[in-house]
C-alpha cells in the first residue's frame, strides 16, 4: 500500500527567502507525482505534474523535482512571498489505478 | 475554461437526515473522481468514474453512500442517512488524458 509522508507539518520562513518542501513516498513504482496547495476553506489548486520519466517540473518561482529511485520529491520556492502562504499537498498515483495517494500536507507560513 | 463546479458549498444537517453533493466536471474530462478530507488530513478517494462507469468504488462505503453519474458528466453524490462522523469536505476532481487532476473548491458538511 502506497504511503505519502510529508515533513515538516508546519513551516515559517521570512518573507524573500528560498525554501523546500519534501514528499517521500514508499513504493518507487509511481506513474506521477502531483504538487497541490490548499487555501484555508478552499479546494486544490494543482501546482506541478511531474511524469514518472521525469526529473523535474518548473513553473514560475516554483520547481518540483523527483527521485523515483529514493521515492522522493522536493518543492522548491525561490524569492518567497505572504501569498504563497497555504497547505502544500503531495499526491502520487501508482501503476495500474489512477487515484490519488495524497500525504498531509506542510503548513506554510511567509512572515512578512 | 471553467474549472469544476461543486454545489453547494456548505450544508449543516441533523443525523440521519440525507444530503446530496453535485459535481460538474471540466469539459472533455472523461474521468471524474470523489474525495473525502478530514480536517488536517490529505484527501482520500471515495469512487471513481471513467464516463459513466464507476471503476474503482471500493473505498465507498456502500451502505449509506450511492453516487451516479449520469452521460458521463455531472455526478451526484448521496449519504442517507448520515452520521456525525461523515462530517467533512467532500472534493470532486476531474481528469484528461494525461491524468493531472483537477479539484472544485468541496462542499463542507457538517452533521448535528
Known amino acids: 500500500k502506497q504511503e505519502v509522508t510529508q515533513i515538516p507539518a508546519a513551516l515559517s520562513v521570512p518573507e524573500g527567502e528560498n525554501l523546500v518542501l519534501n514528499c517521500s513516498f514508499t513504493?518507487?513504482?509511481?506513474?506521477?507525482l502531483q504538487w497541490f496547495r490548499q487555501d484555508p476553506g478552499k479546494g486544490l489548486t494543482s501546482l506541478l505534474l511531474?511524469?514518472?520519466?521525469?526529473r523535474e517540473q518548473t513553473s514560475g518561482r516554483l520547481n518540483a523535482s523527483l527521485d523515483k529511485s529514493s521515492g522522493r520529491s522536493t518543492l522548491y520556492i525561490a524569492a518567497s512571498q505572504p501569498g504563497d502562504s497555504a497547505t502544500y499537498l503531495c499526491?502520487?498515483?501508482?501503476?495500474?489505478?489512477?487515484?490519488?495517494?495524497f500525504g498531509t500536507g506542510t503548513r506554510l507560513t511567509i512572515i512578512p | 475554461e471553467a474549472g469544476v463546479v461543486q454545489s453547494p458549498r456548505y450544508k449543516i444537517i441533523e443525523k440521519k437526515q440525507p444530503v446530496a453533493f453535485w459535481c460538474n466536471p471540466i469539459?472533455?474530462?472523461?474521468?471524474l473522481y470523489w474525495y473525502l478530507q478530514n480536517l488536517g488530513q490529505g484527501p482520500e478517494l471515495l469512487i471513481r468514474y471513467e464516463n459513466e462507469e464507476a471503476v474503482d468504488d471500493s473505498q465507498l462505503p456502500k451502505d449509506r453512500f450511492s453516487a451516479e453519474r449520469l452521460k458521463g458528466v455531472d455526478s451526484t453524490l448521496k449519504i442517507q442517512p448520515a452520521e456525525l462522523g461523515d462530517s467533512a469536505v467532500y472534493l470532486c476532481?476531474?481528469?484528461?488524458?494525461?491524468?493531472?487532476?483537477?479539484f472544485g473548491p468541496g462542499t463542507r458538511l457538517t452533521v448535528l
Open positions: 476532481a476531474s481528469s484528461g488524458r494525461v491524468n493531472e487532476q483537477f
Open positions: 499526491a502520487v498515483t501508482n501503476f495500474g489505478n489512477e487515484k490519488l495517494t
Open positions: 469539459s472533455g474530462h472523461n474521468t
Open positions: 511531474i511524469q514518472s520519466s521525469q
Open positions: 513504493d518507487s513504482a509511481i506513474y506521477n
